[in-house]
């Protein structure tokens, strides 16, 4: 739960690719399967479920993950928020589940007493220590007008120098694995990305997310020092694999190996 | 674990109060005993079990613990420092533990990990959620030179305006049940405890122990805005009942009620 595991030494060791982040309650299984073999074929190290509602988890989520991994290698990564009395929802079978800490709410529990409160149910959920995929611990920040996220998580979308001068200063304190930037209805701003690169600890991976649409937005995010960079609804189109070719072009392969 | 429990409604009922700290493993059982009985006659609210060493904890803490529960009401709060792979010690009698997060700990594990690491592991160790004492998340602030505190836990004293301001911007982000300020060597300076209480959310509590030998310290302490004014030391001689009559006059009551 505290110690390194095997899926955050292949984050660490992968840095500076784009990774697909599929939602399960809108995209069909089989078809996340095709993509996680499709991106798994460009050399992405990971496959990222997560939505920010979800309903009869477990009863999906096992034969989800259960499809996904039968087609790939790759380590799948859960993403979800969590709900008072359970905490985050998992199933044993993923490879690990990212527990983000929305320093950003006016709600305590969104903000990192949702970690206690999964912990306290695991065993209850049937899900032991050793059961439990690898956890991920991760600062979640968000930024522009998002309504969805504050009415579901009391998040305010962070903004001004001052404060992320201070998150900087508590991501380092508390030590998270990860930083997870996401901005459902614009982009997360370069300057953020930078400024939390500079001041955290080289260690902490950044992942940035939110309305990315092309090559050259995953290059900028990058260019401003992004480890991952996410992308969900670009691939939520008919015509994906055209899409998923415009974005990570074969042969580009992982920054870190560029 | 993420709820108000009985214990700290209770605290946050009777501010105002001295309380005592006794040492399980320098104190005999029948002598903490006798010390419960004492404290309970002169209207304190809790008794706090606590060390910074221990060792073979739950053979010794759940004879203690059940000794001094049979003979008084009073409440029994744990205070033990962590354990890698183990988290804090607690047994499943005592009414609530503290989980200091020692934010001025160079070891990410003291400052916060501590409370996973404990979650993880309860089960394991054979209290279920239903049998875990009231958690009460705890903000632990040390003061001045202490090599005892720096070997086993890392922690360096707090000290300067600035990381004072960032420190109570922390605990309101984090929503600490308590912050508890401790000075093994002298005394915690009334001025932090002034300005955290006057940075800090109102239903946070503010303890304060270290070096406490009087009542005008004690006094000192309330004026300061401490809710609770722990001693330890104090009581650590033969004629404990003396001093206890002069640190805690009978009839002075809790500082709430006055």
Redesign the interface.
């Known amino acids: 739960?505290?110690r390194t595991g095997p899926v955050l030494e292949l984050l660490r060791s992968r840095r500076g690719s784009p990774v697909h982040i599929v939602d399960p309650f809108k995209v069909p299984m089989a078809e996340a399967v095709e993509k996680a073999i499709a991106v798994e074929r460009l050399g992405h190290p990971a496959l990222i479920l997560a939505s920010t509602d979800y309903s009869r988890f477990d009863d999906l989520m096992s034969a989800y993950v259960a499809a996904v991994k039968d087609a790939v290698h790759l380590p799948v990564i859960l993403h979800f928020p969590p709900r008072q009395g359970v905490g985050f929802p998992l199933v044993a079978a993923a490879d690990a589940v990212m527990f983000p800490a929305l320093?950003g709410s006016e709600d305590?529990?969104f903000?990192?007493?949702s970690?206690?409160?999964t912990?306290?149910?695991?065993?209850?959920r049937g899900i032991?220590?050793d059961r439990?995929p690898e956890?991920l611990l991760s600062a979640a920040l968000t930024f522009g007008p998002d309504e969805v996220t504050y009415d579901a998580l009391r998040a305010l979308p962070i903004s001004g120098a001052a404060t992320l001068r201070?998150l900087a200063?508590?991501i380092r304190?508390?030590?998270f694995d990860l930083i997870y930037l996401y901005s459902r209805s614009a982009e997360v701003p370069p300057h953020v990305c930078r400024f939390l690169r500079e001041n955290i600890y080289p260690e902490q991976l950044i992942f940035v997310s939110g309305g990315i649409r092309s090559d050259e937005q995953i290059n900028a995010c990058f260019d401003a020092g992004a480890d991952y960079v996410g992308f969900a609804g670009a691939l939520e189109r008919a015509d994906w694999r055209v899409v998923l070719n415009t974005l990570c072009p074969a042969g580009a392969g992982a920054r870190a190996a560029s």
């Open positions: 739960m505290i320093l305590d529990y903000v990192w007493k970690y206690l409160d912990l306290a149910s695991l065993h209850r032991g220590p439990c956890v201070f200063e508590v304190l508390l030590r």
